[in-house]
């Protein structure tokens, strides 16, 4: 992967009558680097794609690509002058059009017998080949994402824009459909952005994870960084179910019912709030110099996992996640230890 950026995004605003759509954000994408822009609707991810792509012309800040400005400041680079190609949540197949001409829409001009032979290369890249005839109507939802990426492929663009790419695909065939397409844009170098709402989708699939709320990036890391050091607890349960305590800081330290948790980032006195996710509470049968009494009051099984709910001593309710060979059941009394690595510390309101 190139340590230079594909694509650099610089306190980039923009604004619709009435509405602040992107506040002064900021990401780098590298080449062969899938970046997942995450945010609920309405947050501003797909209007920074269109930014990106050339489709609304920027109001502020500046954005690069491949050391190019291509908007800000007075410059304004048309969508067809930027080296991008855009893969839209619903494909946007010309149904008019069969699948090789579709590709060649793409394509830049040249010779017919060389611009047919690249769409066969495409097509076979993607495993789209034998269809070059086929009607859009008439291919499945797997094989029209497939054609639009090799369609946006064949302008060979250095950023590549995935907008919901795989949303409109049952689970079994989004996650082999995404598997696929990300390979294969990873293997071509490309500088990969991709808008999702789904917080499981980013994590699998980015390399890179900026997290958008009303506009604003607030927080951009690797997945491990943005599931277990999640910036903030609304962040964090984004991801996922969370045990929230508040507690006070004495000696670097706050007390939960679950054991003392490390706070060295904040002064004694302080209150603070922290999380502690449910993988990150371990289960035994056997008592530790560091683990608590607990009784298992509800288990839900997740198929390989299982969701557990415990009572603790104090009353407080906890919920775990463990191996469904582990053959937990309702009423058990266990012991509880906290993995405290995994645990974070937030100032509290």
Same mark, same amino acid.
């Given at each position: 992967?190139?340590?230079?950026?594909?694509? %650099?995004?610089?306190?980039?605003?923009? =604004?619709?009558?009435?509405?602040?759509?992107?506040?002064?954000?900021? $990401?780098?994408?590298?080449?062969?680097?899938?970046?997942?822009?995450?945010?609920?609707?309405? =947050?501003?991810?797909?209007?920074?794609?269109?930014?990106?792509? &050339? $489709?609304?012309?920027?109001?502020?800040?500046?954005?690069?690509?491949?050391?190019?400005?291509?908007?800000? =400041?007075?410059?304004?680079?048309?969508?067809?002058? @930027?080296?991008?190609? #855009?893969?839209?949540?619903?494909?946007?197949?010309?149904?008019?059009?069969?699948?090789?001409?579709?590709?060649? #829409?793409?394509?830049?001009?040249? @010779?017919?017998?060389?611009?047919?032979?690249?769409?066969?290369?495409?097509?076979?890249?993607?495993?789209?080949?034998?269809?070059?005839?086929?009607?859009?109507?008439?291919?499945?939802?797997?094989?029209?994402? @497939?054609?639009?990426?090799?369609?946006?492929?064949?302008?060979?663009?250095?950023?590549?824009?995935?907008?919901?790419?795989?949303?409109?695909?049952?689970?079994?065939?989004?996650?082999?459909?995404?598997?696929?397409?990300?390979?294969?844009? @990873? *293997?071509?170098?490309?500088?990969? $952005?991709?808008?999702?709402?789904?917080?499981?989708?980013? $994590?699998?699939?980015?390399?890179?994870?900026?997290? %958008?709320?009303? &506009?604003? %990036?607030?927080? /951009?890391?690797?997945?491990?960084?943005?599931?277990?050091?999640?910036?903030?607890?609304?962040? *964090?349960?984004?991801?996922?179910?969370?045990?929230? #305590?508040?507690?006070?800081?004495?000696? &670097?330290?706050?007390?939960?019912?679950?054991? &003392?948790?490390?706070?060295?980032?904040?002064?004694?006195?302080?209150?603070?709030?922290?999380?502690?996710?449910?993988?990150?509470?371990?289960?035994?049968? +056997?008592?530790?110099?560091?683990? #608590?009494?607990?009784? %298992?009051?509800?288990?839900?099984?997740?198929?390989?996992?299982?969701?557990?709910?415990? +009572?603790?001593?104090?009353?407080?309710?906890?919920?775990?996640?463990?191996?469904?060979?582990?053959?937990?059941?309702?009423?058990?009394?266990?012991?509880?230890?906290?993995?405290?690595?995994? *645990? /974070?510390?937030? *100032?509290?309101?």
């Amino acid at each position: 992967m190139s340590s230079e950026p594909g694509l %650099i995004v610089e306190r980039v605003s923009h =604004s619709y009558p009435r509405v602040a759509a992107v506040q002064a954000a900021s $990401l780098e994408v590298r080449p062969g680097e899938v970046h997942c822009l995450l945010g609920p609707s309405g =947050s501003g991810k797909s209007t920074l794609l269109r930014l990106v792509a &050339g $489709l609304e012309k920027l109001h502020q800040g500046r954005i690069s690509i491949a050391g190019t400005q291509v908007a800000g =400041s007075g410059v304004h680079h048309r969508p067809e002058e @930027r080296s991008v190609g #855009f893969v839209f949540q619903d494909y946007a197949l010309f149904p008019h059009l069969n699948v090789r001409r579709n590709v060649l #829409f793409g394509m830049p001009r040249g @010779r017919k017998a060389d611009r047919w032979a690249a769409v066969e290369i495409l097509l076979n890249r993607v495993g789209m080949s034998g269809y070059e005839s086929a009607m859009p109507h008439t291919l499945s939802g797997g094989q029209q994402q @497939r054609v639009a990426l090799a369609r946006a492929l064949a302008r060979e663009p250095v950023v590549m824009l995935l907008d919901e790419p795989f949303s409109g695909l049952d689970a079994r065939l989004r996650e082999e459909v995404r598997h696929e397409t990300l390979h294969l844009l @990873r *293997a071509a170098g490309a500088t990969t $952005l991709m808008v999702t709402h789904d917080p499981r989708e980013a $994590l699998v699939a980015g390399d890179v994870i900026s997290v %958008i709320r009303s &506009g604003r %990036i607030v927080q /951009t890391g690797s997945p491990d960084d943005v599931y277990n050091c999640s910036a903030s607890p609304e962040i *964090a349960e984004m991801f996922g179910p969370v045990n929230r #305590f508040i507690g006070q800081v004495q000696d &670097g330290v706050v007390t939960t019912p679950c054991g &003392g948790i490390p706070a060295a980032d904040f002064e004694d006195g302080r209150r603070v709030e922290v999380l502690v996710r449910p993988e990150s509470i371990r289960l035994s049968r +056997k008592a530790a110099s560091d683990a #608590f009494p607990a009784t %298992i009051t509800e288990i839900t099984s997740e198929g390989s996992t299982m969701r557990i709910v415990l +009572k603790l001593q104090n009353g407080s309710d906890l919920e775990s996640r463990d191996l469904s060979t582990r053959g937990w059941s309702v009423g058990a009394d266990v012991f509880i230890t906290v993995t405290l690595e995994s *645990a /974070t510390t937030h *100032a509290a309101d």
